[in-house]
């Protein structure tokens, strides 16, 4: 460490990943905090809960999964490309998870329309009319599925910066903490969907 | 901190890949098995084992220093305690 600190060329790359690690703590609270509604409604509603898991498309859901697994599997990919040198096969490997990341937020998008489209959405007369767990499954389905898709975006973004980084050859393997912060990022949005996929589509 | 970093081999990742896929299927197919409330501590028991396989080959956190290693077990003890105190306190209400 002190030897980092006096050799201006060096850079710490452990003390940049510690700082995004605890960031990921903050974000693991957070998500836990909603998770632990979730669960406190599930034992108090656990009859509208399994009803209300029962309009979620299964299909939607698998493919979901599926897509992130792949797509975190392409940047863990891509952070050993840029370790051995293999800059073409970092930039295709961040391409594709980008790639899976569109296709994601496209299913959303039908889901919620689908969703929408039936009358469920917050404050909507059907969820207004109806049992009070129903409207609280889904009012947690569309408050945890939307945070997550947000933070979809945002690691979406945090990707395509480090792909700009890769192509302009700034990220070497020397130096590649700003690609290994995204690829953290990333794998902990899709650790977030491991959770909600079997709680809020699998549940019976 | 750990001096040098591992390179965890395309092979090793993809295995991993393929594990993910497979426990997907698993939790799948769990959930069509009527277990009562076993039921979520199943789907919760294969999803903490993603989870790991995730952390540990994915997030490279099989080889990171303790200082990772350490402040990552506190989050979970301390998400632990909010999940855990939560209950007691609904519980006997």
Redesign the interface.
């Known amino acids: 460490m002190i030897s980092q600190v006096n050799d201006p060329g060096k850079t710490d790359e452990a003390g940049k990943k510690l700082g995004m690690w605890l960031f990921l703590y903050t974000e693991i609270i957070l998500f836990g905090g909603l998770f632990v509604l979730y669960a406190v409604y599930l034992t108090r509603y656990p009859n509208e809960f399994i009803e209300g898991g029962k309009e979620l498309s299964r299909m939607f859901g698998v493919i979901n999964t599926v897509i992130l697994l792949i797509s975190s599997f392409a940047v863990a990919a891509a952070i050993t490309a840029v370790q051995k040198g293999q800059r073409k096969i970092a930039l295709w490997a961040i391409g594709g998870a980008l790639g899976c990341g569109g296709i994601f937020l496209v299913n959303k998008y039908f889901e919620w329309g689908h969703k929408i489209a039936l009358g469920i959405y917050p404050n909507s007369d059907r969820l207004l009319d109806g049992p009070d767990g129903q409207n609280m499954f889904f009012g947690l389905y569309y408050v945890i599925t939307g945070l997550h898709g947000l933070h979809i975006v945002i690691g979406m973004t945090f990707l395509a910066v480090s792909f700009g980084f890769v192509l302009a050859g700034q990220v070497t393997a020397k130096r590649f903490a700003l690609l290994e912060n995204a690829g953290l990022y990333w794998h902990l949005v899709d650790l977030i969907w491991i959770f909600v996929f079997p709680l809020f589509y699998l549940i019976i | 901190?750990?001096k040098k970093?591992h390179?965890?081999?395309?092979k090793t990742?993809?295995y991993?890949?393929l594990a993910?896929?497979a426990l997907?299927g698993v939790?799948?197919g769990a959930?069509?098995v009527?277990l009562g409330k076993f039921?979520?501590w199943m789907?919760?028991g294969?999803?903490s084992l993603?989870?790991t396989l995730?952390?540990m080959?994915?997030?490279?956190l099989k080889f990171e220093?303790r200082?990772?290693i350490l402040?990552?077990l506190s989050?979970?003890f301390?998400?632990a305690i909010?999940?855990g105190f939560?209950?007691w306190d609904?519980a006997f209400r």
């Open positions: 901190m750990e970093d390179i965890f081999s395309y990742l993809f991993v890949l993910l896929l997907t939790t799948v959930s069509y009527h039921n979520v789907a919760l294969i999803a993603k989870a995730v952390l080959v994915f997030m490279h220093g200082a990772l402040s990552f989050t979970v301390f998400l909010m999940i939560t209950f609904v």
